[in-house]
Each structure stands twice: as structure tokens, then as C-alpha cells.
């Protein structure tokens, strides 16, 4: 079987997978977050966080808990890095240094799980397991909370209240995440991959020799961090370590993981405001976008260029040969489409042009179909952006599910656009300007400006991976890249959820000749159009002066 056919057929199998998965899972997350029912497990951790989940939160509220929570889990993770020495399972590491524990700490809050450290060197059982592990399971939560929220303020009316950030949490927590995540670290476990608490020991190598290596709580951990769309390795090789990703069917089944649920969120979308069409509208256009760059990927990096890529039936550099060229550029624009970072080849040996992909993937909001959470209310700030254009084409005042887009609901939605691609652009800015983070460039020339390029937009966006030829581990980098982080994460949360509790405070509008049917084709057509173009113009010359001209020079 020649390997673009075996590709072919894994992008066919995991569709199917997707699909199938896509109803039931879809309309139970929409029971879940729509009952009034509270399980004995709940109960106890609202008593225990002093909680009360049946009272109504409007959008200060709301965001005050995720703040207040989010605050709480910074200082955590912190303090359980500072302390690491002291720990039991801490496998001799000692404690995480400042600079370098603030980052690690904001990443993992922020969902992003950027790493300027080697796991397996660094990090001790009571740390992966107690903090990390425990952060990719809220983080997430928080993530799919927000998005709920904002689904609610479509669906209310004369009412500013969203719910209950506490319950959202739990349930999503409790109900959502945990029993996936405990079938999937079986079938990881099954598949190869280790769960145990062994220390450091020694191991042989093929090429004579050892060296030391330790086990962990992997297959539990590597689950979430594809589930909740989180991406942070166990070990410093990440997805591409057999440890955590031992063979093609765990491959592949981490791909699904990285897009069940953002992918079935559209169905609880469209179940929860009453229209089921409006959903499958929004996961076409995810689905559109998400296959097209897969294709693109896979085209640039199985093309031939020069003796040493046709020999190796395509450009293998930096991929696993366990998974191939088809595979890995399925996971690669996968993890960088959805707010994931976990890699299972490394995206600095990409060609030019794939690097490119997988940067304007994140450039994009990571929406196709996005992260947990982040990628439904991102898509449907966007279509609201999309609906104002139709709006102004006709001369109509824009409507989107029964509500009228006007003054304070466009400048919310515009808010949000803005401020990733001002950081992303800003700190790049920064970072190329001033001599010391030059300094942790391996590479000169458009290929060093898309590392740097590539850090910001990876810490923005909240995605977590990385040009590998970078040194991120250094003062400047912990500290901009963590401050980056935090600020890409909750400040588009404040706009998405003012802009929930304006839409929740409106009345419906009847649909009349007029309106924009959003459900149609030609919404998905201009929606696609409208993400590309806004993308598009805002970095278009960052991106013309790293991957475009390195793709080009090749």
C-alpha cells in the first residue's frame, strides 16, 4: 500500500469514528448541562468548595468564579513546583525554578500546556499527577463552561442569567470528562502505552550502553491531554514517545480524542438553542476548514523535492516512522486546528510550507473544530462577524439566532478578534527587537523569525506546541510567554461572556423574508470566507516574512 493511501484511509477511518460518535455524545453533553438533577458525588464538592449550584450567575458572576477559581489553581500549581524536593514521588527532582514554575503554572491553567522543560527530567510523580494531570481535566472544564454559557445566551431571552459556573464545572468534569478519560487510558494501556509509579531505572539501549529512564501515570495522563484538547507530554518527545504513543491504532485513536468532543459540542449547540440545522451548519464549516488543511499538508509534505525526499517516499524529517507522513500531518494540523499542541512529529522539520499550516491553524483562533470549549464560542463569535457582513451587504440590521447583532454585541465580537493577534504580533515584535531572546534562536533568517513567530502564536492561541528549534527556557521566554498565556485566555473570556449576557437580555426576534438563514450552505460558504479574509489580513505579513518566503526560497 503506497503511503498517501494509507493516509487517505486513516483520514477516512477517523471520520467515520467522528461520526459515529457525533449524536449520542452531542445530545448527552446537552442533558448534562441542561438538568436540573444533581449527582451525590456533586453534591459533596459544592459543599466542600461552599457552593450553590442552583442559583443563577449573570455574566460578572460568572466570570468572577472562573477568575477566582483559575487564581486559586495558579497559585497551586505554583506552590506544588516551588516544593517538588519535599514531595513524596518526587523522584529526587528538585524544585522548579521561578520563572520557569510561573510558566508551567499558566500554562496548564490557560489549557495550553506549553513546556520549556523535559518532563522526564523535571517533573516528579507528585507533580504530573496531583497538578498537571489535575489541570488538564479543569482547564478543559472551564473551557467548555464558557462555551455553554454563551450557547445559553442565545437560547434565553429577557434574562441575564447564564447559569452556574460551579455546575458547569462539575458536571462537565464529573460527567464529561472523567468516564471518557477512564476507557481511553484503557484502550492506551492496551495499546502499549505504560501507567505505573515506577522510579528511575536503568534500560539498555540498541546501540549499546544505557541510560536512565522513569515510568509514570502516562496512559491516564495522556488521555486527558487529547481529550481536553490540553497537549502537555509526560516525557520530553511528547506524542512522538512510545511511552505515550506506542504504535498506528493509538495514533490514530489520539486523533479522535483530540476532536470528539469540540466536534460533538456543535450538536449540543444546536440542541440547546432548538435548532438542530444550526449546529450542523457550524460543524461544516469546522469540518471544511479541517479537511481542507489536512489535504494541503499532506500534499506539501509527501511532494517530492530533490533524491534524499524521494527516497524517502516524502519529507520524513522529523517524523516517527511507526506513523508515517500521512498520519503525522493528520496530527499535526489536528493539534494545531484545536487548542491541543501535543505532537507526535516535530513541526520545525516540516517544509516550509507546512510549517506555515500549522501556524496559520492557530492563527486562525483554533476553531476547526478548536479546542474544548474555546472552539464552538470562538466559531460562534465569528459567525456573528459573519452575519454583521451579510447585514451591512443588504443594509439590514444583523440578526443570528433570534437576536439582533447591534452596537455593543459587534464591539464585543470585535474586541475578541483583536486581542490574540495583538499579542501574538506585539511580543514577536519584541522578541525580534531585543538582543537577548535572539540569543535562543538555533536558526537565522525566516526560519529563527517563525520560531519566534510560532512561540507567541502557539502561547496566544493556547495551543502549547512548538518550533523545536528554540530555547524557550530562559527568562524572557518563561515570563512573556506565560504573561501571554494567561492574557489570551481570559481576556477573550470577558467578551464572550458580556457578550452571552447581552444576547440572554434580549428579546426574540421573529424571522421574517429578510433574515439570513444561517443554517444554509451559503452561511457556511461566507462564514469559511469570512474566517479566512480576517485572518488573512491581520497576518499575512508576519506570515509572508517566515514560512512563505522560507516555502518559497525551498
Partial sequence: MSPELAGALQLLALIAALALSYRPLGDYMARVYSSERHLRLERWMYKAIGAHPDVQMRWPAYLRGILAFSAASLLFLYGLQRLQHGLPGSL??????PDQAFNTAASFVANTNWQSYYGEQAMGHAVQTAGLAVQNFVSAAVGMAVAVAL???????????????????????VRVLLPIAVVGAMVLVACGAIQNFAGIHEVGRFTGGTQDWNGGAVASQEVIKELGTNGGGYFNANSAHPFENPNGVS??????????????????????VGNLRQGYAILATMATIWVTFTVLMMWTEFAHHGPALEAAGGAMEGKETRFGIGASSIFAVTTTLTSTGAVDSFHSSYTGFGGGITMLGMMLGE???????????????????????????????PE????????REIKLAACYILITPALVLCFTAAAMALPTPGDSMTNSGAHGFSEILYAYTSGANNNGSAFAGLNADTQWFNTTIGLVMLLGRFLPMVFVLALAGSLAEQR?????????????????GLLVGTIMIITGLTYFPALALGPMAEGLAA
Avoid: Q
Avoid at 450557547?151 to 468534569?173: M, Q, Y
Fill in 367 to 397: 476553531i476547526a473544530p478548536g479546542g474544548v470549549g474555546s472552539g464552538l464560542y470562538g466559531m460562534l463569535i465569528m459567525a456573528i462577524i459573519a452575519v454583521f457582513i451579510a447585514g451591512l451587504m443588504v443594509g439590514r440590521t
Fill in 251 to 272: 495514533n490514530l485513536f489520539e486523533i479522535f480524542l483530540i476532536l470528539l468532543i469540540p466536534t460533538a459540542l456543535t450538536r449540543t449547540f444546536g440542541r440547546m
Fill in 151 to 173: 450557547v445559553r445566551g442565545f437560547a434565553r431571552s429577557r434574562t441575564g442569567e447564564l447559569g452556574n459556573f460551579w455546575a458547569d464545572l462539575v458536571r462537565g468534569t
Fill in 400 to 407: 443570528y439566532l433570534g437576536k439582533k447583532i447591534g452596537t
Fill in 92 to 97: 529526587g527532582f528538585r524544585a522548579i525554578d
Fill in 508 to 524: 426574540p426576534v421573529p424571522s421574517t423574508a429578510g433574515t439570513l438563514r444561517t443554517e444554509k450552505p451559503l452561511f457556511t
